[in-house]
Nanobody, 126 residues
């Protein structure tokens, strides 16, 4: 099992930036592919980004491509989501998730992930 804890959420103005972190513990972090999802109030949980254990495979939702960057530091057991050029529609609870299966990352589905963090709120204001 792997335990995940997100941090770095908060309030930002449109056009601003935030950096989310997800700290992992338990099972060896480097064996897990990692994803970021978000869920706005009253809406379904949506895929944001995913990264394989080595960082060789990266996927983004079309809505964040060019603005968000996912990365990981396996030595620190941490995955990051750098969020730039924030928009009002980025407001959501952001969740870190883990899956051991590299071949599912392109599906961009929350159903493929086995472990989840508690979420961190990101609020973008005008």
């Amino acid at each position: 099992q792997v335990q995940l804890v997100e941090s770095g959420g908060g309030l930002a103005q449109a056009g601003g930036s935030l950096r989310l972190s997800c700290a992992a513990s338990g099972r060896t972090f480097s064996n897990w592919c990692m994803g970021w999802f978000r869920q706005a109030s009253g809406k379904e949980r949506e895929f944001v980004a995913a990264i394989s254990w080595s960082g060789g495979l990266i996927y983004y939702a079309d809505s964040v491509k060019g603005r968000f960057t996912i990365s990981r530091d396996n030595a620190k057991n941490t995955v990051y989501l750098q969020m730039n050029s924030l928009k009002l529609e980025d407001t959501a609870v952001y969740y870190c998730a883990a899956t051991p299966r590299t071949n599912v990352l392109g599906r961009r589905s929350a159903l493929d992930y086995d472990a989840w963090g508690q979420g961190t709120q990101v609020t973008v204001s005008s």
